[in-house]
């Protein structure tokens, strides 16, 4: 294939593929705590860190980085103790932010708005080997908390007061999604952009979630999905000459309506079956019920 044979195409599907892997694993618990549009925000707030990456000479993906861990801490701070005016904070923190960067980047010596452009919609042109570095270390922290900590996670995810009770650290672990959730942001702006990144991260969870009830089957195929959707993405954006970020998306919304297409007729086929085995007198045990650790919340 004549796409490997170019280094920044080698570099930009190996992006792609943790970008696939990473959103997904973090979109899923945020979901289930029916927070899909927290990635949304934290984009905006990862501007910031981008201009200040221009006006400092730094690298803009370690600086959005360190503005989006910041912002995400505060999220949830406002979550916790903001009340009544807890959404009017969230709403100048994600405005501030995506001010904050227009105004850093063209405070920057030769910055504009053309170089934030390629961190809002993603290119994949302009992913550098030390952008493939930030991303591969910051990938394997995601990873490693959204694998690791799954159980513990997914307890405080599906009911806060409960985890509690059970004494989970529910505070530190909801930090520490929020964290884990401001890394993926910054993993992906590369390819996907910062503008487009919460779709990553929580349609392919929403068009698992049409086949599979089961947490760990979701999680399995919406990775599998945003693997699949970000590297045919990458690969079109190459031979079509195409954003990268809105084919990526475009495809991970296509995906999710074939898969609710598909299911449809699956799920009434079902219901039809097990209304048969109960007319036939069936018992009860036949049927196998969704514990509490096997179920997932739709949150979309």
């Not at 400092?56 to 503005?67: D, E, G, I, K, R």
């Not at 030390?130 to 690791?148: N, P, R, Y």
Request: charged share 10%; hydrophobic share 55%.
């Amino acid at each position: 294939m004549d796409i490997l044979d170019y280094a920044f195409m080698q570099r930009a599907l190996l992006a792609a593929v943790l970008v696939g892997i990473t959103a997904p694993a973090v979109g899923i618990y945020l979901v289930q705590r029916r927070q899909a549009l927290m990635g949304d925000g934290i984009g905006h707030v990862a501007m910031t860190g981008v201009g200040l990456g221009f006006l400092l000479s730094a690298n803009p993906v370690w600086m959005a980085t360190a503005v989006s861990v910041l912002g995400a801490v505060l999220m949830e701070l406002i979550r916790w103790y903001g009340k009544t005016r807890g959404d009017i904070a969230l709403a100048m923190l994600f405005y501030g932010g995506m001010a904050g960067g227009v105004m850093f980047i063209n405070l920057a010596p030769g910055g504009s708005n053309a170089n934030l452009t390629t961190y809002l919609f993603g290119s994949l042109s302009t992913v550098s080997e030390s952008d493939v570095t930030a991303i591969c270390l910051l990938a394997a922290f995601v990873v490693l908390v959204t694998l690791g900590l799954r159980r513990q996670l997914f307890a405080v995810s599906q009911d806060e007061e409960f985890a509690r009770v059970t004494g989970l650290p529910v505070r530190a672990l909801n930090l520490l999604t929020a964290v884990t959730a401001a890394v993926t942001v910054t993993v992906a702006m590369r390819v996907v952009g910062l503008l487009l990144v919460s779709a990553l991260m929580v349609v392919p969870v929403a068009a698992a979630q049409q086949l599979s009830r089961s947490f760990a089957a979701t999680f399995a195929i919406a990775v599998a999905i945003g693997v699949s959707v970000t590297i045919g993405g990458t690969v079109t954006s190459y031979y079509q000459d195409v954003p990268p970020g809105a084919t990526i998306v475009l495809l991970t919304i296509g995906a999710f309506i074939a898969l609710t297409a598909l299911a449809t007729p699956l799920a009434r086929r079902r219901a039809r079956a097990l209304a048969a085995a109960q007319a036939a007198g069936d018992p009860a045990e036949c049927a196998i019920p969704a514990t509490r650790g096997q179920e997932t919340k739709v949150g979309v």
